[in-house]
């Protein structure tokens, strides 16, 4: 056999093996494509299914419907039977047309509160005047922080020559905590009084320490409606009698105000 030839031959045989590779690539994206396009039945909420409904009264309801869609356009964990959810609450609201999933569906034990928290989340409740609480106004789901006004006493000396001093101060002291439930007229709380208020928070389990402490020891507490959209957050501060008396005088004011304290 001839140099030549023996080529050709190699050529031949390379040819029909990549012949083959594409036919069988061919094959196999068309199964492929039939495969996601077969229509196949999954679960469509019929109607609105608000968070903590049990999946026995979504199905008992009439809340469900059957659809048929392809296979491409199925979302992952969609329910094709009723079985899979009937014993199980919505842990999330499921909206009309949208397709039912085992990812909005918990155990029975996520029911009502209990469906909101999940990690390090923890639920707290604080106990205040109407003042504190925001009685109202406040409603389930909103968001708020939570500010304290406390009191450091300093038994050393301090870089002033100052000792055993009193030093009173506010800042915010968690963000961003979601209001789980509002009720009036409690009559048990950190606050003496009649006409109490208390307030459930979701909260992490380090920030719920942060809470007990200020809530316990400080002087005074109130919590802050954060806007519902976009809501944003200043730097972190500390105000003191000094910083809200000096803020934004200027500096040769202020030099007067020292000279006249020094008498001068």
């Known amino acids: 056999m001839s140099y030549r030839l023996r080529n050709i031959l190699i050529a031949v045989a390379l040819a029909g093996f990549a012949a083959l590779l594409v036919t069988f690539y061919v094959s196999n994206y068309k199964k492929s494509v039939q495969h996601q396009q077969a229509q196949t039945t999954v679960l469509v909420a019929a109607s609105d299914i608000p968070q903590g409904t049990l999946g026995s009264d979504v199905v008992s309801g009439g809340k469900l419907r059957t659809e048929q869609v392809t296979r491409a356009a199925v979302v992952p964990g969609a329910v094709s039977s009723a079985d899979q959810i009937k014993n199980l609450v919505a842990i999330a609201p499921v909206y009309a047309g949208e397709q039912v999933t085992t990812r909005r569906f918990g155990p029975l034990v996520q029911q009502g509160i209990k469906g909101d928290l999940s990690g390090t989340y923890r639920a707290v409740q604080l106990a205040g005047n109407a ?8 409603e389930a789901n909103d968001t708020v922080d939570f500010e304290s006004v406390v009191t450091v006493h300093f038994t050393g000396t301090t870089g002033a ?14 963000r961003n905590l ?26 992490t389990d380090a920030q719920s320490q942060k809470v007990a402490l200020a809530y316990a020891k400080g002087d005074y507490w109130t919590l802050a409606l954060r806007p519902a959209l976009k809501s944003a957050d200043s730097p972190t501060s500390l105000e003191t009698a000094a910083t809200l008396a000096f803020d934004g005088i200027s500096r040769s004011v202020l030099n007067a105000i020292f000279r006249i304290a020094e008498g001068k």
């Open 131 to 138: 003042n504190q609480v925001l009685a109202g106004t406040l």
């Open 161 to 174: 020559g100052v000792s055993g001093s009193d030093v009173t101060f506010s800042r915010i002291v968690v």
């Open 178 to 203: 979601k209001v789980l439930q509002v009720q009036s007229g409690s009559s048990s709380g950190h606050i003496g009084g009649n006409n109490q208020s208390s307030v459930l928070l979701r909260m």
